[in-house]
């Protein structure tokens, strides 16, 4: 179906490659995950593959891709895109309709299908995936999630022969993310998909996996890639976790021969399963530092309540994960809580005054919500200067963040610039410089590789361990299991509120919030009922056989 041969990209003459000697094929209906850490290319390669680059955006493309043994230059862009449909990095960017009616029905209507026709396969998508319910929404009304569903759902609707997606589970709940994966890669989706991803944790799904790294392919083959260690760390990336906890079996993804596995090399550890509950359970008494009494909010021109009958009282120091289905009111709740909104009714206090705007360091989940600045530099600086901290004061924290975040190197570019990524990574580190006594953080890790991820998960804990209050919104349950505790929102109102492990081990309260259990939970309750939150965890409370006997 696709052949490239010899491809290589620079965006200028004078830069080096993006891309180098790429040669690789895609066949009819097969299913492909590429992988590749933050400025491996991936979002470069889904628009060459696209032909957005060069036809719509400038670069030097060198090499020869043909889609069905003829030239891609050789089609028009309307042949094109009824062939091929992408979806973007930054997903927002590309919705162009007011209400997700005419956004599901745009293309389509675009390529000359007839409204009723277009009509009746927005409404047979929408059946599909669960999404009836939006269509007489309007766009500005979603949540970040609803948005992206939309975005992806709209390029199914006139059944291009080729899928693209850059990243399309970032703001979508964990149980969406597998119902949506199991459809597009299941022998009933008869179209070639190609996904892009950060990491290897959907590999399962695959027929394929590509590893970018260095500008060119580190590996093309099976979902074996796993057992590649070197491989994947020389890329900056790391095989999924439950790879980590039994590295020499060979079928991870079955979970009867893991049970098996456990039960015939591992003995549970009574004792440092109760040691594990008391160090969980071991808190001082909690101060408060934020209530909410009886709150509601609606969106101006909404009749419906976003929030309603909101009681909430958050402990300092707590470190929180906030879950739920996509348009729960996850962020609205952390809006009013930061004073970035105004409940309609009740009241928000913040150590024990009315909350301002301010009070509450609030990192977006759309990062181009909030940088301005011509630098990164001055980005993150900026705050800092507002309160006219000392100007040696300021370098010396911008210049630290920058170090941590991994952005040293970008410190005199237009964040604009950069990569979704290297734009998340800005936005939190102009408000983790501040150092707030509460800091919330909506989505923190999407569009974050391997390296980024753990710099942005020790910052948070160091910041948790300084005292500073968290609150986090996440769609990664793997993140949320580092939480103390969860809060889950279903349909407007606090499901939920207690300690993490809790959450995890009631099915009722998964399913009400969308939520899964990562692999390894699931191992461990199948095993005996026990939920284990990671591999640490299961390391700490399975011990092997012979170890047991040591010991």
Known sequence: ML??????????????????????????????????????????????????????????????ILLNDKPMSGYTRKELVRRIAILFQDFESQIVSSSVLEEMLFISLNLGISYANALRSVQATAEVFGITGLLGRDIHELSGGEKQKVALFSLLVHGPELLILDEPFTDIETASQQSILGHLTGPNFDKTVVVFEQSLDYVEYFDRTIVLADTGMAFDGSRDVIDKRELLASAGLCEPAMARLFPVNTDIFSMQKNRQRVAAEFEFDKQAFSALIAESCAHAAPQEIISMRDVG???????????????????KGDFISLLGRNGSGKTTLTKCMAGILSPVKGEV????????????????????NQ??????????AFALRQKQVPEETVQCSTTEILSTMGLSEKAKLDPFTLAKGDRQKIACASILVMRPDVVVLDEPTTGLDLPSLREMMKIISMLHREGKTILMITHSMETAALSKTVIAMDNGRIAFHGPTRAFFENDELLRAARCRRTPIMDLSMSLNGKCLLNENEFRRCWITKNAGASS
Not at 297 to 315: N, P, Q, T
Not at 355 to 366: H, I, L
């Open 3 to 64: 052949h490239v041969k010899n491809l290589s990209f620079s965006y200028k003459k004078a830069s080096p490659p993006i891309l180098y000697d790429l040669n690789f094929s895609i066949r009819p209906c097969e299913k492909i995950l590429i992988v590749g850490k933050n400025g491996a290319g991936k979002t470069t390669l889904s628009k060459i593959l696209s032909r957005l680059l060069p036809d719509a955006e400038h670069g030097i493309l060198n090499g020869q």
């Open 371 to 380: 940088i301005f600045a011509e630098t990164v530099y001055d980005e993150i």
């Open 349 to 368: 206090m913040y150590n024990g005054k009315p909350v301002r705007a301010g009070d509450v360091g609030y990192v977006y989940q759309n990062p181009d």
């Open 297 to 315: 909010f609606r969106y101006k021109g909404c009749r419906e309540f976003v929030l309603d009958k909101i009681h909430l009282s958050v402990a």
